[in-house]
């Protein structure tokens, strides 16, 4: 049989680490936690409940993630977010897995907790995530915020019952507050690959967003959250549009501002 390390990266999170190291428990061999320095009671919770404790500077959540897996004993890796847990079907299926492991990676649905709701709808579900992996077919890729699993061309790939329980957000603040966070990330990697944006990318975007979520991924049945849900992300779709095109302005000015002082603009050289 062989043996799983769960392995979870960490920053402030002593609201939800200890349920999520319980969870895991009953079907590791090994708990592995990278934490990007934590000032809260993380540390303390984590070793308390026998988990192994590192600590790097946050990179992106990306190379943070493949950080971790690399501090793994064992080649087959559970990587959960500090704020999951596993529920109880979910642990029975992965321990059936474990007995056999016809697959070099597993899909889960995820269930995601809003503002105290669980959410079945809009882009939030099924959600599905390959989060249980042999590392030696598959690693962590794609933008360092929107990371996946990517396996490799020769895995194969199978399906677990039950779902990762997600406590995404305890309020709407967090939730706008999160907007802007990840919108600005997410610029940032757009810019770095070679995105564009225009005023029609980002109305088409955002309104596409909403329409997608709340419509025809039925938003609506999660009734006012559900409506939340759709209006932010389509508001962090707008923010990163915006924030993208800043950064592409800038670039082509070539490090000049440009001001409007009544009807005339001024440019001002910015000091080297």
């Given at each position: 049989?062989?043996?799983?390390?769960?392995?979870?990266?960490?920053?402030?999170?002593?609201?939800?680490?200890?349920?999520?190291?319980?969870s895991v428990l009953s079907v590791v061999d090994e708990v592995v936690v990278v934490d990007s320095f934590s000032t809260d009671r993380t540390e303390a919770?984590?070793?308390?409940?026998?988990?192994?404790?590192?600590?790097?500077?946050?990179?992106?959540?990306?190379?943070?993630?493949?950080?971790?897996?690399q501090l793994a004993s064992f080649d087959y890796i559970l990587s959960l977010d500090a704020d999951e847990a596993l529920s109880e079907e979910l642990k029975q299926s992965i321990?059936?897995?474990?007995?056999?492991?016809?697959?070099?990676?597993?899909?889960?649905n995820r269930l995601n907790n809003y503002c105290g709701q669980w959410i079945y709808?809009?882009?939030?579900?099924?959600d599905r995530k390959i989060r249980?992996?042999?590392?030696?077919?598959?690693?962590?890729?794609?933008?360092?915020?929107?990371e996946t699993?990517?396996?490799?061309?020769?895995?194969?790939?199978?399906?677990?019952?039950?779902?990762?329980?997600?406590w995404t957000l305890a309020s709407y603040e967090e939730h706008v507050d999160k907007a802007n966070r990840f919108s600005t990330i997410s610029a940032k990697e757009y810019h770095r690959i070679g995105k564009r944006s225009s005023i029609l990318k980002i109305v088409v975007n955002s309104g596409w967003h909403f329409l997608k979520a709340y419509v025809l991924r039925l938003g609506f049945l999660d009734g006012y959250n559900?409506?939340?849900?759709?209006?932010?992300?389509?508001?962090?779709?707008?923010?990163?549009y915006v924030k993208l095109r800043r950064l592409i302005l800038a670039d082509r000015n070539g490090g000049v501002k440009t001001t409007v002082l009544g009807r005339k603009k001024k440019e001002i050289q910015i000091a080297s």
């Open positions: 049989m062989p043996k799983i390390s769960a392995v979870i990266i960490t920053y402030n999170e002593e609201r939800n680490i200890e349920r999520c190291i319980k919770i984590c070793r308390s409940l026998g988990a192994t404790f590192h600590q790097h500077a946050f990179e992106g959540y990306r190379d943070q993630k493949n950080y971790a897996v321990l059936a897995a474990k007995n056999t492991w016809d697959f070099d990676g597993y899909y889960s709808h809009s882009n939030w579900y099924p249980l992996f042999d590392r030696r077919k598959g690693a962590w890729g794609g933008l360092n915020i929107h699993v990517r396996m490799s061309k020769d895995a194969k790939v199978g399906y677990l019952t039950g779902d990762i329980l997600h559900g409506f939340v849900i759709s209006a932010l992300s389509a508001y962090t779709c707008f923010l990163k």
